[in-house]
């Protein structure tokens, strides 16, 4: 079993940035990658960028590439995503998600490569 929480989230105007968090406990051997996803109200979970643990491999969806970066810190188990220039479209509960197989296109909740999500951080960004 693994655990996941995020943390970072909160309220920030147009042109802020936060630093979303994704902490990782118990049998983390399992996992090879970690994914943020996000949903806004209304909305279906989308993908919003993956990193392989070893290859250092990312990618990201089309809307956040230049803005966002997501990164690793191995002796920490903490995967992060900076987020950069938000905009109001941004706004969502972000989630983090790990497993043996990392997409970005998936349909939540039939992504069958993310074996443990956590339990959400709320970003809200107002114009």
């Known amino acids: 079993q693994v655990q996941l929480v995020e943390s970072g989230g909160g309220s920030v105007q147009a042109g802020g940035s936060l630093r979303l968090s994704c902490a990782a406990s118990?049998?983390?051997?399992?996992?090879?990658?970690t994914g943020w996803f996000r949903q806004a109200p209304g909305k279906e979970r989308e993908g919003v960028a993956y990193?392989?643990?070893?290859?250092?491999?990312?990618y990201y969806r089309d809307s956040v590439k230049g803005r966002f970066t997501i990164s690793r810190d191995n002796a920490k188990n903490t995967v992060y995503l900076q987020m950069n220039s938000l905009k109001p479209e941004d706004t969502a509960m972000y989630y983090c998600?790990?497993?043996?197989?990392?997409?970005?296109?998936?349909?939540?909740?039939?992504?069958?490569?993310?074996?443990?999500w956590g339990q959400g951080t709320q970003v809200t960004v107002s114009s």
């Open positions: 998600a790990a497993g043996t197989s990392c997409t970005i296109g998936c349909t939540f909740p039939i992504c069958p490569g993310y074996n443990y």
């Open positions: 990193i392989y643990h070893l290859s250092g491999s990312t």
């Open positions: 118990g049998y983390t051997f399992s996992v090879k990658c």
